[in-house]
């Protein structure tokens, strides 16, 4: 019996790849719109992407691709991001074990005499608090990425062929544990870094791991970037030849808000006439806003909380600033590139990777001295901030392409 012509179309028709994405929630920040570039990047004729999100909580939640299938959360594993105080509520076991750790972490880090770091409290949070945690599912995969931190988790929870891990910072600057960081590591098939410089500066700590580190770059449509930025904002308001400087990020030591708020007072002393925007959340709002308050700053820098859609503000702005500490390709800096904007950033190991000082933009010294100068040279020679315009319009900073990249390590 001849078989049925629809029924024969399908045996041929190859099966979709199936990636799972593991990922902390879709609050604003760098790493959360790099995961977005990813799921829109995808083809999704050729593979089904299942989503393992911890918490379905923040602001990027409705931008998630609707061809993703978000897995159900599972509320055992919010007890690895949630706040101790919260947590108790909710599970006064979890709560115990989680305080255990965090406890277990700092007196590691004052036997070794180096002050606590949010890396390696997290390492021994997931060390503690993964023999209680349930497979994700029964599913077998092709590939499996973790995408931000807690990356036991594809090791030990869910089945996949290949299993791959993100690191998105300079690693010299988290301070980890390195021994038990190294048997994290060593547990997966390919450990994938946002740029050449942020890849050395993890082998310089792990050599006997650089078989298995990758560069794929955070992935940014150019065209939806220029596409949002067109959205009218409503929140800000300019006095007569000011100058708007702006910051995204999360309000936390890495992006060195302290740094920015002292670079705007020096500039106010001076006499400029600039208002600086700060776009983010985070656990050091309260004592920035002190530091504002402090040094007379109310109405200069103004705090604008989490965006959803921060390009129409980097659009609005004249000059990009990113004081931070230390990035590992900063999103943001790369956005404002792609909206043509003069960007300043500190000289933190990876700056070099995205910035041609002079060209694209300019690298300064990681003081607020430093900053204050770049930024009043941009303010008295605007011919230099139209300059650095013109080259970052003639530069393609949108790169889809790096998901083949991806594509390559599918089994």
């Known amino acids: 019996m001849r078989p049925h012509p629809l029924r024969q179309k399908q045996q041929m028709t190859p099966a979709r790849k199936k990636i799972i994405i593991t990922m902390t929630y879709m609050h604003i920040g760098g790493a959360e719109r790099s995961l977005l570039g990813l799921l829109h990047a995808i083809d999704y004729t050729q593979y089904d992407v299942d989503l393992f999100l911890f918490s379905h909580e923040g602001e990027f939640m409705d931008m998630i691709p609707p061809q993703v299938n978000l897995l159900p959360e599972i509320s055992a594993y ?47 949070c997931e060390s503690f608090l993964l023999p209680f945690l349930p497979p994700i599912n029964r599913k077998s995969y ?21 299993k791959l891990g993100w690191y998105h910072n300079d690693y010299h600057e988290a301070h980890p544990f390195l021994k038990s960081d190294f048997k994290t590591w060593n547990r997966l098939d390919g450990i994938i870094h946002v740029s050449e410089n942020a890849l050395s500066s993890f082998v310089h700590y792990h050599p006997s791991l650089k078989y298995k580190t990758y560069v794929i770059e955070n992935i940014l449509s150019a065209n939806y970037v220029r596409k949002q930025a067109q959205i009218q904002i409503k929140d800000l308001h300019r006095d007569q030849n000011q100058i708007c400087l702006l910051t995204v990020g999360r309000l936390c030591e890495q992006k060195a808000y302290d740094r920015a708020i002292e670079a ?49 503000y980097i659009e609005w702005c004249d000059i990009y600033v990113q004081p931070s500490n230390f990035e590992g390709k900063s999103v943001s800096v790369r956005e404002a590139q792609i909206l043509k904007k003069a960007v300043i950033v500190t000289n933190y190991s990876t700056a070099a990777s995205q910035i041609k000082n002079g060209i694209d933009g300019i690298i300064t010294d990681m003081n607020a001295e430093a900053v204050a100068q770049a930024i009043t040279h941009l303010i008295n020679h605007p011919e230099l901030r139209e300059n650095l315009s013109s080259n970052c319009a003639a530069r393609d900073y949108g790169n889809e392409g790096e998901i083949n990249h991806i594509y390559q390590m599918v089994p």
């Open 142 to 162: 092709d590939l499996a990425i973790s995408f931000l931190s807690y990356h036991n988790i594809i090791s030990d929870k869910l089945s996949a062929t290949c």
């Open 264 to 312: 705007c007072y020096l500039l106010k002393k001076e006499g400029y006439n600039i208002q600086w925007i700060a776009i983010g959340e985070g656990h050091l709002e309260p004592q920035l806003k002190q530091k504002v308050s402090s040094l007379g700053l109310d109405g200069d820098f103004l705090f604008l909380g989490s965006k959803s859609n921060p390009y129409p």
């Open 78 to 124: 919010k007890s690895l991001i949630q706040p101790l105080s919260g947590l108790k509520k909710n599970s006064l076991w979890l709560y115990l074990v989680k305080k255990l750790a965090i406890l277990a972490a700092c007196i590691h880090y004052k036997c070794s005499g180096r002050k606590p770091r949010e890396h390696g409290i997290t390492q021994y």
